[in-house]
C-alpha cells in the first residue's frame, strides 16, 4: 500500500488561495490519487481525483507531480466553509483515510 | 445531502448487546462501503460490497459482519459490543467497484454504555 504523508494542520487567511500538500513516494502506476475532506460533525465528502494530468472541477484544483509522487489539492480561495479535515488517498491503500490535515480558516 | 441514507442516527446500548445498522446507497450506486470513526483511531475502513457480493475487507472485527441485500442497501451487524466499539459509523456508496468518489451518509453514531 502506498504511504501518504500529509502536514497535520495549516491555516489559511479567508479568500487567499490554499495549497495542501500530500507526499505518496510508494504510490503504484496505476492508483489513483483521491482527495476527500471532512467538515465538522458531517461525514467525509469527495473533493476530486486524478492520475496522472491536472484536474479542475468546481471545488478544487488538484496538481500532480511528473514523477507521481506527490500532490496538492489547491482551493484557489478559502472560505470558512472551507475548515475541515483534509485526506489524500491513494486508491492502492483501499481507502486508508489516514489523519489528514486540518486546515483552518481565518476570518 | 449526499443521497446516501443511514439509520438511526444515534443508538446507545450495554456492553454484549448487538445492534444493527442500516444503509441505503444513492439510487444507482451498486458498491457500499462501511467505516468507523472513533477519537483514537480516525477513519477506518471496515468492508465493501459490490452488488451484493463483498470485495474487501479492512479493519473489521470477528463480531462485526454485513451484507447487502437483492435492493443494493446495506446492514452493518455489531455483536458482543464492546466500550470501545462506541463510535461513528458512516456508510457511503459509489457507482463503480473502484470506488472513485464514494459519497457518504450522515453516520451513525452508537454509544456502548
Known amino acids: 500500500d502506498a504511504k501518504t504523508t500529509q502536514p497535520n494542520s495549516m491555516e489559511s487567511n479567508e479568500e487567499e488561495p490554499v495549497h495542501l500538500p500530500c507526499n505518496h513516494s510508494?504510490?503504484?502506476?496505476?492508483?489513483?490519487i483521491h482527495w476527500y475532506r471532512q467538515l465538522p460533525s458531517q461525514g467525509p465528502e469527495y473533493v476530486i481525483h486524478?492520475?496522472?494530468s491536472n484536474v479542475n472541477n468546481r471545488m478544487a484544483s488538484l496538481a500532480i507531480a511528473e514523477d507521481r509522487k506527490s500532490s496538492t489539492l489547491i482551493l484557489h480561495r478559502a472560505t470558512l466553509r472551507d475548515a475541515a479535515v483534509y485526506y489524500c488517498?491513494?486508491?492502492?491503500?483501499?481507502?486508508?483515510f489516514g489523519t489528514g490535515t486540518s486546515l483552518t480558516v481565518i476570518p | 445531502d449526499s443521497g446516501v441514507t443511514q439509520t438511526p442516527k444515534h443508538l446507545i446500548t450495554a456492553t454484549g448487546q448487538r445492534v444493527t445498522l442500516r444503509c441505503s446507497p444513492r439510487s444507482g450506486d451498486l458498491s457500499v462501503y462501511w467505516y468507523q470513526q472513533s477519537l483514537d483511531q480516525g477513519l477506518q475502513f471496515l468492508i465493501q460490497?459490490?452488488?451484493?457480493?463483498?470485495?474487501a475487507k479492512g479493519n473489521i472485527l470477528e463480531r462485526f459482519s454485513a451484507q447487502q441485500f437483492p435492493d443494493l442497501h446495506s446492514e452493518l451487524n455489531l455483536s458482543s459490543l464492546e466500550l470501545g466499539d462506541s463510535a461513528l459509523y458512516f456508510c457511503?456508496?459509489?457507482?463503480?467497484?473502484?470506488?472513485?468518489?464514494?459519497?457518504f451518509g450522515p453516520g451513525t453514531r452508537l454509544t456502548v454504555l
Open positions: 510508494t504510490i503504484s502506476g496505476t492508483d489513483y
Open positions: 460490497y459490490y452488488n451484493g457480493e463483498e470485495r
Open positions: 457511503a456508496s459509489s457507482q463503480n467497484l473502484a470506488g472513485n468518489e464514494q459519497f
Open positions: 486524478g492520475l496522472t
Open positions: 488517498i491513494p486508491t492502492g491503500n483501499q481507502f486508508y
